[in-house]
């Protein structure tokens, strides 16, 4: 069993910079790869980054040049680093941890940006 535990959202003007973090718990021995998602009213949730313990990173559109995907295996946590943030950013912001044969997700920290 997987755990996510996310932290990080609150309110920040545009322009301003928020990190998220994932504390990561249990057995990832067999992870694909782990990632953030974002979900706006009325919108589907969409990929904003995702990481491979081989390294490879991808980043939706969106987001590239702004935000920075990292994690530190030692600690188990996985990190974003939002800089240059847009009101189009407001989001809950999900952690995801993907395996084989299902994904874990967390519980979501709300992002707001204010114009």
């Known amino acids: 069993q997987v755990q996510l535990v996310e932290s990080g959202g609150g309110l920040v003007q545009a322009g301003g910079s928020l990190r998220l973090s994932c504390d990561i718990s249990?057995?990832?021995?067999?992870?694909?790869?782990m990632g953030w998602y974002r979900q706006s009213p009325g919108k589907q949730r969409e990929l904003v980054a995702t990481?491979?313990?081989?390294?490879?990173?991808n980043y939706a559109d969106s987001v590239k040049g702004r935000f920075t995907i990292s994690n530190n295996r030692a600690k188990a946590m996985l990190y974003l680093q939002m800089n240059d943030l847009k009101p189009e950013d407001t989001a809950v912001y999900y952690c995801?941890?993907?395996?084989?044969?299902?994904?874990?997700w967390g519980q979501g920290t709300q992002v707001t940006v204010s114009s």
């Open positions: 995801n941890d993907n395996f084989p044969d299902r994904d874990y």
């Open positions: 249990g057995n990832i021995f067999r992870i694909v790869s």
């Open positions: 990481l491979t313990p081989r390294g490879e990173i």
